[in-house]
T-cell receptor, first 117, second 114 residues
Framework: AQKITQTQPGMFVQEKEAVTLDCTYD???????LFWYKQPSSGEMIFLIY??????QNATEGRYSLNFQKARKSANLVISASQLGDSAMYFC??????????????FGTGTRLQVTL | KAGVTQTPRYLIKTRGQQVTLSCSPI?????VSWYQQTPGQGLQFLFE???????NKGNFPGRFSGRQFSNSRSEMNVSTLELGDSALYLC?????????????FGPGTRLTVL
């Protein structure tokens, strides 16, 4: 079964600095998709970025980029120029390779990011 | 375009009761998935509906059920509530639920079972 590991329960970063949130995954499938979501205290999960296993370039979406290292099975999220509004829980997730759809996601345990002045 | 909406946002029930949660997907989205989030178990997949049919199911007891209507709106029902059912229930929609489709989540329904 696939597994997502996020080893950083909590992280602090100063405003305007960059921060990397770690995510490693375990799957025997060759085709898979990786997602990052942000969950503010309100509870809603906000989609940030997607990386497909066959994508040759790292995904980027505004201030978010995904450092995808396939051989090491890691998909770290990089947030540049942190803002106070970035304070939230961040979840790494993987599409279930068995069902082959994006609708069944396996999530990591999350990293709580706190942006300070 | 309006996002995923969930009603109610908060719910308090007692053990043994049943509850129905509602989810309206983004317009045009046909796949609706449900997740349970608890501090102990994290985020766990409940089930997915597409074209009024359950297409995927997680490892939850039969007390958890759902359905989808022709307009893609979905409901999930939990019967004979237990204290452990207290959780944030998140609904997500995507176009077709395909391999690269992105799931967009609603604000969740926070259920408390007393």
């Amino acid at each position: 079964a696939q597994k997502i590991t996020q080893t950083q329960p909590g992280m602090f970063v100063q405003e305007k600095e960059a921060v990397t949130l770690d995510c490693t995954y375990d799957t025997s499938d060759q085709s898979y998709g990786l997602f990052w979501y942000k969950q503010p205290s309100s509870g809603e999960m906000i989609f940030l970025i997607y990386q497909g296993s066959y994508d040759e370039q790292n995904a980027t979406e505004g201030r978010y980029s995904l450092n995808f290292q396939k051989a090491r099975k890691s998909a770290n999220l990089v947030i540049s120029a942190s803002q106070l509004g970035d304070s939230a829980m961040y979840f790494c997730a993987m599409r279930d390779p068995l069902t082959g759809t994006a609708s069944k996601l396996t999530f990591g345990t999350g990293t709580r990011l706190q942006v300070t002045l | 375009k309006a996002g995923v909406t969930q009603t109610p946002r908060y719910l308090i029930k007692t053990r043994g009761q049943q509850v129905t949660l509602s989810c309206s997907p983004i317009s045009g989205h046909r796949s609706v998935s449900w997740y349970q989030q608890t501090p102990g178990q994290g985020l766990q997949f409940l089930f997915e509906y597409f074209s009024e049919t359950q297409r995927n199911k997680g490892n939850f007891p039969g007390r958890f059920s759902g359905r989808q209507f022709s307009n893609s709106r979905s409901e999930m029902n939990v019967s004979t509530l237990e204290l452990g059912d207290s959780a944030l229930y998140l609904c997500a929609s995507s176009l077709e639920g395909g391999t690269t489709d992105t799931q967009y989540f609603g604000p969740g329904t926070r259920l408390t079972v007393l």
